[in-house]
């Protein structure tokens, strides 16, 4: 079998250094993520019969919630486009009772590695299919251009045949018009084709995911229809439709769920909820029953899906929880024994959460500069503005429901409020947010305990 190889071979390293752009602090479970990651290259490069011995060391994160559990992982997965998925245990029921079973994950990474190897394939074919729209749509604004057009002399009355080189720079000027949008406006006729599924909706109702069947099925039926549209609208449709003509779904389908098997990544959260001790009846037994549902699949099993078998052995799985309730050591023995990578995630501190606004590159200070400046307004956060807002976080995380990171999005949007509502209509130019604009817009709030608890 081909190895799918990943695009470059990131030590440990350069994994934390690439996690660090995005994610403040948490050394620990970062260099136990990189160590996972690098040992799937290095799996790559012994032999073939070694390989398959070769499995994964899943990992189980411990800490509360917003401090960026879910965050490495899915960084991780971006870093070497690998499939990624996230499942919170609990939507998970035992066989037997309402609810997804634990294999839905599986076939939900399979789908979402079909949807990025179709990614890919798609913007190597985009040019050649743009071009070959471009063309179609001259040939309908210009039917002289259409290879099947040509004149006839059946009688010396009947005009001369054109040009071929004449009609070349006809094509070629007209195709550069509507690349550039000069005739998006002009109507034109094209072949739509339709896909017609009558027991398509009866069966989504059902759960037409768990019957692995899709629109394009064996009870669909396509047919062609002209339609009439403009060349904007005409566009669209026709590169959709070239672009399928360049894609080969069995290859795709293919090298997708081999990159599933391969590379894949599922993050199971709120894996605490389903660990609690069982007291031999009710919901405790269902929750034990979704952890033996669980074994076969982190230890190792072939999954049907849609687009075909697809095997966990090689799948990293990473578990998350908060365990504040109940511990590691309540989910059963075996299920422990699969997850055999423990990390301790630390609750952020003041000083993170000044750095979680300004330094990541998708800070949430520069995510709202880049909004306000859209509408002409300038914000400008002061040290003293960013410290006092970092603490009241702090605050209301230890008077209320421990949040993380999350706090901090609510009371940016709740500090903003007037420059996101008057924008660009009553604000515009610079703004200025300083520690005295912080305490004057949210210290109401957390001085009122009921407030606080409604809107923190």
Known sequence: MRVIRPPRELTPREIVA?????????????????????????????????????????????????????????RLASLVRAPFIKVEATKFTEV?????????????????????????????????????????????????????????????DDPPAPDPTVIEQRRESLIAEIAQGLHD???????????????????????IEELGMDAGGPFSQTRLRTRSMTVYEARTVLVEAETKKRLDTGT???????????????????????????KGAGPDVSREGVQR???????????????????????????????HVSKPDDL?????????????????????????????????LKQYRLLLASDGVQIEFDMSAVREIAAMATLANEQGQDI??????????????????????????????????????LGPIMDDPEARKRLL
């Not at 290095?42 to 401090?67: E, Y």
């Not at 994950?105 to 299919?129: I, K, T």
């Not at 049907?304 to 578990?319: D, Q, R």
């Open 185 to 207: 406006e002009e109507e034109v006729e094209v072949d739509v084709e339709e896909v017609q599924s009558p027991f398509l909706q009866v069966f989504t109702n059902q759960g």
């Open 18 to 74: 690439q996690l660090d752009r995005y994610i403040v602090g948490q050394g620990d479970a970062k260099r136990a993520v990189a160590v996972a990651l690098r040992n799937r290259f290095r799996r790559m490069s012994v032999s073939d019969q070694d390989r398959a011995d070769i499995v994964p060391k899943n990992i189980l994160l411990l800490g509360p919630t917003g401090v960026g559990k879910t965050a490495i992982a899915r």
């Open 404 to 441: 993380g990171a999350r706090r901090l999005a609510t009371m940016i949007e709740l500090l903003l409020s007037p420059e996101l509502f008057g924008a660009p209509d009553t604000v515009q130019g610079t703004v200025k947010v300083t520690a005295e604009v912080v305490r004057d817009r």
């Open 252 to 278: 795709i389908h293919r090298e997708a769920l081999q990159r599933a098997q391969e590379s894949g990544i599922i993050f199971i959260d709120e894996i605490d909820k389903v660990a609690m001790p069982t």
């Open 332 to 364: 059963i023995p075996e299920l422990q024994g699969r997850l055999p990578i423990r990390v301790t995630l630390e609750p952020l501190t003041t000083n993170d959460l000044e750095k979680i606004l300004m330094e990541p590159e998708n800070a949430i």
């Open 96 to 156: 037997g009772y309402v609810g997804r079973d634990v294999e839905s994950m599986v076939r939900d990474l399979a789908a979402e590695a079909v949807r990025l190897v179709q990614a890919e394939r798609l913007e190597s074919v985009l040019p050649a299919a743009t071009e070959a729209a471009h063309a179609k749509i001259a040939e309908r604004l210009d039917p002289e251009l259409a290879p099947h057009f040509s004149h006839w002399h059946a009688t010396p």
């Open 293 to 323: 549902d669980l074994l076969p699949v982190i230890e190792g099993c072939t999954v049907p899906t849609k687009f075909g078998p697809l095997s966990t052995e090689h799948v990293l799985f990473i578990a998350a929880g908060a365990f």
